[in-house]
């Protein structure tokens, strides 16, 4: 009892130091990496530092923003009017990404340095390498923070130092990697396979091309989830798990008001997807999401909308507007009594509400840790880079779901994914699945908790900043 107070008393000391120092937040411009990185920074100003986050003036004009603690800035990618939809190629887009951001960026620091709130530290995406160069001519404080998990960071960590030779596309071998279960190709991050784009490959290897000078590795994941390849990692730099970066409201409910992740790049159909799961009974809905960038081939969208009519649940179906003239009419007439199909949802909320019995999910990794931290069964079809190896995780370590498998063609099959889901909603294996959710559900909870790995994770790293 002594010991809790002293802390707190500690805690409320460095809180008072904390506000003179400013950090800066720099996501890779995308929703699923602004929605982590935005709710890490809420957490640094619930514990007294002031943060602000930068993002692109293309992203800034695009998103609906609802106001936050957080500060907002901008720096430039090279496409202020059109972002990346009209680029040429990806690989365009990252170098003028990396010319543009690092001028700009610096031109940030030098304004905010003037303002009265200097720059102490600067944390930063770990798919934008190149921030660490500019942090450091500022000579500041630097943190490379981690959209995906740990055990997918491991993997491209072993690529990037020659530990791991890409395998030969033959189902029968498997590959070791330290802290992770033995893996088949159809597990590893997709970008590993032959004949993958080696664009996408350079971007995630080079995450570690100079991740040696950072002074901090941060990673959105929890100490409990992936224990040993965390401690494996954390012998290598100063690595620490700060999530799940869901909102507060819906984990402890220790931040006042942070209920939403505040930046959405599309609009959500917010009242109209309540008010239909508010009509049905609890456990009853399926609901159907692949995120903000998958794209889906047509003949797996006629394939998802039979095996979902087929499961015979209640669907809830995000399929975004580039998306929707894959699904035909006709589906979605004849679905109108059992299924919604919306362009964007409120994922979390959507999640949370208790008609909610499986998530049907290409296992990205913020909705893989909002599932499974909300207590949601899931269904992984996962679609590219690190999603297949979530569904791995998913489906064997964390036995939260089931990953349905796909037939020659790479295709999920109706009867494939009708069965998955019953399996969830009615069968044997669904009931032990829900168990293990549930559990899950509180062990994320206890890490961002006062006292849990997460939050003891953050206030080291404040603390430290502090006393510099
Ligand atoms: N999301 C949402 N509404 C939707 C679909 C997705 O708010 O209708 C959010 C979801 O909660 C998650 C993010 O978009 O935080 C998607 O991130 P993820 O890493 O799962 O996938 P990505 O979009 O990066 O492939």
């Not at 991050?189 to 091309?209: D, R």
Request: proline content about 4%; overall charge negative; aromatic content about 8%.
């Amino acid at each position: 009892m002594l010991r809790e107070r002293e802390r707190e008393r500690e805690v409320t000391e460095m809180e008072k130091k904390a506000c003179r120092d400013h950090v800066l937040v720099l996501p890779f411009p995308s929703q699923g990496h602004i929605n982590p990185t935005l709710q890490f920074s809420k957490r640094l100003v619930s514990k007294g530092l002031k943060t602000t986050l930068a993002v692109t003036i293309f992203i800034s004009k695009s998103m609906k923003a609802k106001s936050s603690s957080v500060g907002i800035e901008t720096i430039s990618d090279g496409f202020d009017d059109d972002g990346f939809t009209k680029v040429d190629s990806f690989q365009t887009y990252l170098s003028c990404l990396k010319e543009r951001g690092s001028q700009t960026l610096t031109v940030l620091i030098n304004k905010l340095n003037d303002s009265g709130y200097p720059i102490k530290c600067l944390v930063y995406d770990s798919f934008l390498p190149w921030a660490l160069d500019v942090a450091k001519e500022f000579g500041l404080v630097t943190a490379s923070f981690f959209t995906q998990s740990c055990a997918v960071d491991n993997i491209y960590y072993h690529v990037q130092r020659g530990l791991l030779s890409i395998p030969p596309p033959d189902q029968s071998s498997t590959v070791s990697v330290p802290g992770l279960p033995p893996l088949e190709p159809q597990d590893l991050p997709s970008f590993l396979l032959v004949g993958s784009n080696p664009v996408y490959l350079a971007l995630l290897v080079n995450q570690f091309s100079n991740l040696d000078e950072a002074d901090w590795v941060l990673v959105n994941t929890f100490d409990k989830l992936e224990n040993e390849v965390v401690e494996w990692m954390a012998k290598l730099w100063r690595l620490r798990t700060i999530g799940p970066t869901l909102p507060s409201m819906y984990l402890e409910k220790g931040i006042e008001d942070d209920k939403d992740y505040n930046l959405n790049l599309f609009n959500p159909d917010t009242t109209v997807c309540m008010n239909w799961l508010n009509n049905r009974l609890s456990g009853t809905v399926v609901y159907v999401s692949f995120g903000s960038v998958a794209a889906l081939g047509v003949e797996q969208m006629e394939e998802l909308a039979l095996g979902l009519r087929m499961s015979n649940s209640f669907i809830l179906w995000v399929v975004r507007a580039s998306e929707r003239d894959k699904l035909s009419n006709k589906f979605v007439d004849e679905a109108s009594e059992k299924g919604l199909v919306v362009s964007w949802c409120p994922q979390l909320d959507v999640l949370a509400h208790k008609a909610v019995g499986c998530f049907v999910t290409h296992c990205g990794w913020n909705s893989t840790l909002e599932g499974l931290s909300l207590g949601v069964p899931m269904v992984g079809l996962p679609q590219w880079t690190d999603q297949t190896t979530n569904a791995k995780y998913v489906e064997d370590v964390w036995e939260v779901g089931i990953r349905a498998r796909v037939d020659d063609k790479g295709i999920v099959r109706k009867e494939e994914l009708e069965l998955c889901i019953r399996e969830i909603m009615e069968g044997k294996r669904g009931e032990l699945i829900k168990k293990n959710a549930i559990k899950w559900k509180s062990l994320a909870k206890e890490a961002v908790d006062k006292g849990g790995s997460s939050d003891n994770n953050i206030d080291e790293f404040v603390a430290q900043l502090v006393s510099i």
